[in-house]
């Protein structure tokens, strides 16, 4: 069993900046962070393989957002710049096993998830 728990949420003014982690107990996975809005499905924002050697983004997000990941601590960050009132949403990572071949922007490939932090971002 894999146990996630993000950190990092809270309230930002727009063009404001916020740091998202994601704290994985046992293996390494791939991972991604997905976000949902009040009465929204939920919606990928940005994945990055097991070893960070290929990383993916919505393109609501590109060149604002940033994920990275350090194995050594077993997190996986979620650097937010730029931010705008409608990134406002819960954040949430999931796990997918490696070489799994699964699609990384479909949350039904993944396993875990943790509990998620809330971003809200005024205007």
């Known amino acids: 069993q894999v146990q996630l728990v993000e950190s990092g949420g809270g309230l930002v003014q727009a063009g404001g900046s916020l740091r998202l982690s994601c704290a994985a107990s046992?293996?390494?996975?791939?991972m991604g962070w997905f976000r949902q809005a009040p009465g929204r499905e939920r919606e990928f924002v940005a994945g990055?393989?097991?070893?960070?050697?290929?990383?993916y983004y919505a393109d609501s997000v590109k060149g604002r957002f940033t994920i990275s990941r350090d194995n050594r601590k077993n997190t996986v960050y979620l650097q937010m710049n730029s931010l705008k009132p409608e990134d406002t949403a819960v954040y949430s990572c999931?796990?997918?096993?490696?070489?799994?071949?699964?699609?990384?922007?479909?949350?039904?490939?993944?396993?875990?998830w943790g509990q998620g932090t809330q971003v809200t971002v005024s205007s």
């Open positions: 990055i393989r097991w070893n960070g050697g290929n990383t």
């Open positions: 046992g293996r390494t996975y791939d």
């Open positions: 999931g796990a997918q096993p490696t070489f799994s071949s699964r699609d990384p922007l479909d949350p039904r490939g993944y396993d875990y």
